[in-house]
């Protein structure tokens, strides 16, 4: 199983980036996947994440700006990030949780927002 995270880089307040995670090794359409964000200082945390079936949950502060999609044909999941603001500054990582018994994390990929 692997999970490939890309897109990061550095965006001024208010714009927009797009992240996406290409998955290998797994039947990608069957498995929820998610994306996770870890600030200096700060605990890992839930950004946001979609069943298989396409269903959505976001952390209450991306709620109306960041959008979770997957694109089964690519097994790939993508984040949109728009109306960026400094305190999403993080290393952003795509989750596969609950795989054969375990989490799967692929690298991270840093976010900063800064003008």
């Known amino acids: 199983v692997q999970l490939q995270a890309f897109g990061g880089g550095l965006v001024q307040p208010g714009g927009s980036l797009r992240l996406s995670c290409s998955t290998s090794?797994?039947?990608?359409?069957?498995?929820?996947m998610a994306w996770y964000r870890q600030a200096p200082g700060n605990q890992r945390e839930l950004v946001a994440s979609?069943?298989?079936?396409?269903?959505?949950n976001y952390a209450l502060s991306v709620v109306g700006r960041f959008t979770i999609s997957r694109d089964n044909a690519k097994n790939t999941v993508t984040l949109q990030m728009n109306s960026v603001r400094p305190e999403d500054t993080a290393v952003y990582y795509c989750?596969?949780?609950?795989?054969?018994?375990?989490?799967?994390w692929g690298e991270g990929t840093l976010v900063t927002v800064s003008s």
């Open positions: 989750q596969l949780p609950n795989f054969r018994g375990r989490h799967y």
């Open positions: 090794g797994i039947k990608f359409s069957i498995n929820t």
């Open positions: 979609i069943s298989s079936g396409g269903t959505t």
